[in-house]
């Protein structure tokens, strides 16, 4: 199926424990459209560079399907470039520049070859770019997800519980919830966070899985315990990406078939970690993919007769 | 099957964001002994009380089927006592009193009447004296598992090294792991500490649930989303005594079952966190466990055909 991919396409700079990656492409949509292409989906990106973004780069997008009619390429500014310094316990980091060049005008067009998509995917951008985006769309599409952050609530949050009322599945991680329900339990966070518009919710922990709240029930999907996390930076976005295109590509919104979702989110965030930027989801392949769920199904199985 | 828990029998006196608990019954082998009595075990308890110990609290174990040979009380000393206020995210807590009383000599004597047990539970204390009742110990027991904390690593690290060598599995949290490996990675530090003796290694994880790494493999074990942590105190020893009670009252120390006594262990423990103290543990019934076992299964259940 097809969906849309709104979001950054951007340079990152990243040092890690592990070392500096040097300027690198990064971006939330780039992430997405990786994670979805992998599944066989056709996405259309809906992003803004400029014209220091490296062509090949759109080129590598285009040979896994993914059409960037929709990237718009300013011919006189630079891209939105973010440098970070990530802490010894890989979870936490600082931002050491934030350029957003590009980023600070961006008013997304939706091009009329993207219309009639049943999956809409929001990346993390102002609540007031992701709303303009529903808005143009002339059909509904059957499943909109946003994703978000804490800079957000703290500085958009009218725009945020605007757009809120309009999508059908908000993903943030644990500390955003905290935030945004005022509730430090995540079971109340979930509650009241339903009340606001979404009908499921799915609160990433990192290496701690991910919990999906839908129809007063709830799935806790496990993060894969990894050797190393190497590179964190993309992941969230690159869990979205996997979430969406796999409802996209099996066109089925049943909360069964979002906890496999998520489960194929986590097992693409896994590969993410493990190398700098986009370079692990650039080589895996879909084999590599179904490996890697395999090891999900075995982390979490077990059989017990509670007659025991 | 009959297990022998070790461990202190206290007094606890608890503040919380949600009240104060007053001065309560607490103690690793107390928690221990009504996780592991609830799945239907002999459970020979191994303590040491004073003076001012309630003697219904005694019989209330006895009543449960607890023996209580190996409990000393001694005439002339208090019991344990420790107080504490949790702070707001009930994950971390400080520790406003301590007195050590009759523990600060505790030297356990083995009763012949507890010789020949399968099953050997060393609640968290000194090292030395985990180790002073392996040896007493004239067959060896099928299973060992020990307990431990961060503050014998800091005060008793050799002692605590020597003891690992004569145990089958440890139970630590996932900070301890960190300390006693000095690998931030979970996956590197249970492959360091499973060198250093035990063949089976859980890392609890709190809220955030528990691992198992064993025989090469790994089993994620998910914590229950509680509505409120009320009274965390106990929880780790009551996972404990489920997990050992599990595997003592099927007979099998196979890496299939001690993933079920992982998740019948976390069941225990959320039941344990609803109310201060034992309060929730005396009230269950095995019906209770059993749905919210049924509760553990539904969270972590979802099936994928890779092929799609």
Known sequence: MSLISLGSMAFDELETPFGQSG?????????????????????????????????EEIESLNKRGVETEGVEI?????????????????????????????????NPVVPE?????????????????????????????????????????DTALDELTDVLKMVDVLVINDSEARQLSNEYSLVKAARKILRMGPTSLIIKKGEN???????GK????????????????????????????????????????????????????????????TERMKEIKIEDLHERINEFVELVDFKIDIKN
């Not at 300013?74 to 980091?93: A, C, I, P, Q």
Request: net charge neutral.
């Open 218 to 277: 709830v799935f806790f999907a496990p993060a894969l315990p990894l050797d190393e996390v190497f590179d964190p930076t993309g992941a969230g976005d690159t869990f979205a990406g996997g979430f969406i295109g796999y409802l996209a590509k099996t066109n089925d919104i049943t909360f069964d078939n979002m906890k496999r979702a998520i489960i194929v989110g986590s097992a693409l965030a896994s590969f993410c970690c493990e190398k700098f930027g």
């Open 23 to 55: 300027k690198i492409i990064g971006g939330a949509a780039t992430y997405i459209a990786y994670a979805a292409s992998i599944l066989g989906n056709n996405v259309k990106q809906l992003s803004i560079v400029g014209y220091d973004f490296p062509l």
């Open 113 to 153: 070859s993207y219309q009639g998509v049943d999956f809409l995917m929001l990346g993390n951008l102002h609540p007031m770019t992701q709303k303009s985006v529903i808005r143009q769309m002339k059909s509904r599409p059957k499943l909109i997800v946003l994703d978000t952050m804490n800079f957000w609530m």
């Open 209 to 215: 899985g991910a919990l999906l709240f839908s129809e």
């Open 74 to 106: 300013v011919k006189d500014r630079k891209s939105f470039y973010w440098k970070g310094r990530y802490h010894l316990d890989m979870n936490t980091r600082d931002s050491l520049a934030t350029e957003l060049n590009v980023l600070g005008d961006f």
